[in-house]
């Protein structure tokens, strides 16, 4: 089991909504220590490369997830 400082994990649908530009959940989550999990990270590359922009949606998925903490 991980051991993860108190914050908030978010799930792929925050996450979608946060790429499209309707980021108010997170916003409201400012200065918390928010984290994701491999499962919602595959879900949104697989969504990425499936797009017609896949790669603008590859590059912001990238930057998203390099602001995350990443769970097992």
Known sequence: MEQVEAGVVLDTDVLVANLRGKDSALRDLDGRNLATT??????LFHGAYESKESLANLSA???LLSRLEMLG
């Open 61 to 63: 998925t990238r930057g």
């Open 38 to 43: 491999v499962l919602n990270a595959f879900e």
